[in-house]
């Protein structure tokens, strides 16, 4: 474990962790990757965490040793706020923040509000995700997404490469393939969604691409990152001036 930052991102247990998801993870901009941050963090694995405890079956456990975790950073390591490796932690946004007596960030989705209101709540924010069908409400009211707000959800879960972490989690990426995947879905939602006014990237993986989607579609896109950039402003973690 490393041993600075005041920042900490809960990780996936090691051994658990898809070989196309660790292919993505040496790309700067993804969640785990160092590189991806201008200032010190801490990746701190969960016992347990993985794709089917996370994403497909929420286990109550992967929370539990959550809790203890970020107790256990705060009270001796010197972390003033946790974030994770996975946006679907958000169903555990609420348990694991009123758990623990620091700042706490599971998901980029809590960013949806927010963007909801810059943009105006007659334009849509696209949430771009790994699984639509396991992106339940329960995960979008735990980040203060109501349903009254204008927001649609484009996932990756038929993607031929990128479905390979549900259903060949051994078996590594076309990285080409996955990277036409990734950029095609925010193509063509943008192209037949033109009230389109933003983007969020649930997934911790999709970061890397996000530049290209702002230089290709001309919208402002939200990812794990600008809300890491912004708790690290706020912990005078990172300074513009």
């Avoid at 348990?95 to 007596?101: F, G, H, W, Y």
């Avoid at 972490?165 to 939602?189: C, H, N, T, W, Y």
């Avoid at 009230?195 to 691409?209: M, N, R, S, Y």
């Amino acid at each position: 474990m490393q041993h600075e930052g005041k920042i900490a991102i809960l990780r996936w247990e090691s051994g658990h962790v898809p070989e196309g998801l660790m292919q993505l993870e040496t790309l700067p901009g993804n969640s785990t990757n160092p590189a991806s941050y201008p200032f010190p963090v801490k990746l701190v694995e969960v016992p347990g965490a993985n794709a089917n405890t996370v994403i497909i079956n929420p286990d109550p456990k992967v929370l539990e040793n959550m809790i203890a975790i970020t107790r256990r950073l705060a009270a001796e390591e010197g972390v003033c706020a946790v974030t994770t490796s996975c946006g679907f932690n958000a169903v555990f946004q609420t348990a694991l923040a009123e758990a623990v007596d620091i700042p706490v960030f599971t998901s980029s989705l809590l960013q949806v509000p927010f963007v909801t209101y810059m943009i105006g709540k007659n334009r849509t924010v696209a949430v771009i995700t790994a699984n639509k069908s396991s992106l339940s409400p329960e995960h979008m009211h735990a980040c203060g997404i109501t349903d009254e707000m204008n927001v649609k959800v484009f996932g990756l879960e038929e993607a031929k490469e990128f479905r390979k972490i549900f259903d060949q989690p051994d078996v590594k990426f076309d990285m080409d393939g996955v990277s036409e995947e990734i950029l095609g879905v925010a193509r063509r939602a943008v192209a037949e969604n033109p009230q389109i006014g933003a983007i969020v990237l649930e997934c911790t993986d999709l970061p890397p691409f996000a530049a290209r989607m702002r230089e290709e579609l001309g919208l402002p896109v939200f990812d794990i990152n600008s809300l890491v950039g912004h708790v690290a402003m706020s912990l005078s973690e990172l300074k513009l001036y």
